[in-house]
């Protein structure tokens, strides 16, 4: 009996030096930020322009922005009017972080845009004017092998063309929308080897019921500003919610364009994320109250590029 409570007692023992050892190493488990080569504090921030390519005021303020540093991203949007010209600005500046904005709806009433690929490819994608349909909430009868035709000849053509890009996302977060939409994202991710916008938290995570992968390249979460602020509280809805990011690996998301005829004209009867929308987050950005913020605050400024590069070398060699 002796025996057998001592080797009972030793056995309650190992078990619990075992638990000890599993909770201390999950204690000291690496961060993501860590993984990537930067301090367990760190606050990585990507600042990122979405739109590239939507107007000549969109590439205006937004290759300005690039070239000055107030942002470290942007996205091109390869079936909008303008994109010609960012491709241009892209191929001249060849160091300038820039990613594909995947387009599969056209928001605006005044100004409107439609698929890459062939329209017989991907019909169901078309409204009856044969444009993207306005809305993501819109994709009711879309067929998913159309949906990736469409995103494919978008990054393709993209590629054809010389244009460099270090990551993928999407235009209105719709790819997020169904599982089905969020499988074809990360298809694309794979595809072509290159991130995409895993978002663990708020409005831009992914669907219900599906969390990134261990050690995938994942955001924490999105700031982006949603529709009522007002322009006394444009600064300060910024740092506000900027100021409250514990560590991690974060996305601020603006919208930049300057407020002038053009852009009036295109987003007329829509002042959410319209001219004036786009101006005062372009005078934010490039404000010496922000800039000074963000040193206060001590983020690391980083682009895709740089996450991407730092992933493959010390984390995967792949997306």
């Not at 204690?27 to 590239?52: C, M, S, V, W």
């Not at 919610?241 to 295109?266: C, T």
Request: aromatic letters at 10%; glycine letters at 6%.
């Amino acid at each position: 009996m002796r025996a057998f409570l001592t080797a009972g007692r030793s056995m309650l023992l190992a078990i619990a030096s075992m638990i000890f050892m599993s909770q201390a190493q999950a204690q000291h488990a690496p961060t993501l930020q860590e993984k990537l080569g930067y301090p367990a504090n760190a606050r990585l921030l990507i600042i990122h322009a979405d739109d590239f390519g939507m107007s000549h005021s969109v590439n205006l303020a937004i290759s300005q922005a690039l070239e000055h540093g107030w942002i470290t991203s942007a996205s091109i949007m390869v079936p909008t009017p303008w994109y010609p010209e960012a491709l241009q600005w892209s191929r001249t500046h060849p160091k300038a972080d820039v990613g594909i904005h995947m387009v599969l709806n056209s928001e605006w009433p005044g100004f409107r845009w439609g698929p890459t690929a062939s329209t017989d490819k991907v019909s169901s994608l078309l409204d009856p004017d044969g444009y993207f349909f306005n809305d993501p909430s819109l994709f009711t009868h879309v067929k998913m092998t159309q949906v990736e035709t469409e995103l494919r000849a978008q990054v393709d053509k993209a590629r054809a063309q010389h244009l460099h890009f270090s990551h993928l996302d999407s235009h209105m977060i719709a790819l997020t929308g169904t599982r089905h939409l969020f499988d074809i994202y990360e298809r694309m991710g794979h595809a072509y080897n290159l991130p995409i916008a895993l978002v663990k938290n708020g409005s831009f995570r992914m669907p219900p019921g599906v969390t990134p992968p261990t050690n995938a390249l994942a955001l924490d979460s999105v700031i982006t500003m949603d529709p009522g602020i007002s322009k006394q509280q444009w600064l300060h809805w910024y740092k506000q919610n900027l100021s409250q990011l514990k560590p991690g690996i974060y996305q601020l998301v603006v919208h930049l364009a300057y407020d002038d005829p053009e852009m009036r004209g295109a987003t007329s009867g829509h002042p959410d994320w319209g001219a004036a929308w786009r101006q005062r987050d372009f005078d934010m950005v490039k404000s010496p109250e922000f800039q000074s913020f963000l040193r206060e605050q001590k983020f690391t400024l980083v682009t895709w590029k740089q996450l991407s590069d730092a992933y493959r070398t010390h984390v995967h060699a792949s997306f």
